[in-house]
């Protein structure tokens, strides 16, 4: 029996996705906000905002019709911006039955109420079976995975069956997919990793060069632990896929957007101008802000994240955020580690 899937979000990582669904075989259905959109799928087999020089499968089928796109689906794939999300969720819960598996691939926080997405989901569509629930997340570039480029992700869900049905349906010669219980840990991978690929746009916009960014994004990673430790995520998650994985992707390639961010930044661009040059959201803003949040709120101590939130919201040159990492008080690596170590173990 044919697979029938509803792809909520035509931005570049929903397009990409639907095609991976399209390639193995699924009816899919895809919701764009913007009919613009919808009538240049329809009418050229393109979406040229997200994906230039993609041609799209016949068997994807936009529409900016809600309802349309959700009616008679088995399973739904959520891929809207994290400032949308909550928003997007409202309107689709009055079209989802308590029966639907929904999956989403958004790499963010809520931004007002410090919550991952997954529980926004809850939230909003009380119907919704956590058991029936899923993320998907790695290290993943939309411009590779429209080209069908060999690519490794993750699917997590606090459910096996969960888990390995979305894994079927997305699994693939080009698209490989793993299975992960810790759905705490790869949405904070995904999410806080954004705010490192910031920064490592920053050090390279700067002109530093390759010690100064390998020190960043390994600094990164014990920020993302440490926070993700505390709000219950399991270690090893962010030594695999949707965590350094993803961090290694997102801070060395010109394909990620909080890179680009970040470089523009570290070149002297203010905040308004990086902001008016992008044509997609950049979810390391939001994220910053959340994580730095959070972070006062459980006394977790991430200075990159605090250097950055500097940057971006008071007033601080990069170069001084960069000085006041470098001026931190000494300390020991290794006491780090074990005291990461003993939080997991206890």
Avoid at 40 to 68: C, F, V, W
Wanted: proline residues 3%; glycine residues 8%; neutral net charge.
């Amino acid at each position: 029996m044919q697979s029938s899937v509803a792809v909520i979000g035509a931005g570049s990582w929903g397009t990409a996705l639907a095609m991976v669904l399209a390639d193995n075989g699924c009816k899919v259905s895809m919701w764009a906000r913007r009919q613009e959109v919808v009538d240049e799928i329809l009418s050229e087999r393109s979406n040229s905002k997200y994906l230039p020089g993609i041609r799209l499968p016949e068997t994807i089928y936009p529409t900016a019709d809600l309802q349309h796109a959700i009616k008679g689906h088995h399973y739904v794939l959520v891929a809207v911006p994290s400032v949308g999300f909550r928003n997007t969720m409202r309107e689709l819960s009055a079209f989802l039955s308590s029966d639907v598996k929904v999956i989403h691939a958004t790499k963010g926080l809520d931004k007002d109420n410090l919550i991952r997405l997954s529980q926004v989901m809850l939230e909003e569509v009380p119907q919704l079976k956590p058991v029936n629930l899923a993320v998907l997340t790695g290290p993943s570039h939309a411009e590779e995975v429209s080209r069908r480029s060999p690519t490794t992700v993750v699917v997590a869900s606090q459910n096996r069956v969960t888990a390995e049905t979305f894994q079927d349906l997305f699994m693939n010669s080009y698209f490989r997919v793993y299975t992960n219980p810790d759905v705490v840990g790869a949405e904070l991978g995904g999410a806080l990793k954004n705010i490192i690929a910031l920064g490592a746009g920053i050090s390279d916009g700067l002109g530093f060069g390759d010690n100064a960014k390998a020190a960043l994004m390994t600094r990164g990673l014990m920020e993302i632990s440490r926070l993700g430790l505390q709000l219950g995520a399991a270690q090893m998650t962010f030594a695999g896929l949707a965590g350094i994985g993803d961090l290694i992707v997102t801070c060395t390639s010109k394909h990620s957007r909080n890179w680009r961010a970040g470089y523009q930044l570290g070149q002297g661009k203010t905040i308004d101008e990086v902001l008016s040059s992008m044509n997609m959201v950049v979810e390391g803003i939001y994220a910053t802000k959340a994580a730095f949040q959070l972070a006062e709120r459980h006394q977790v101590e991430m200075p990159i994240t605090t250097a950055i939130h500097s940057v971006l919201f008071e007033g601080r040159s990069p170069r001084a955020g960069v000085e006041d990492l470098m001026g931190r008080g000494k300390t020991h690596e290794m006491e780090e580690v074990a005291r990461i170590s003993m939080s997991w173990e206890s």
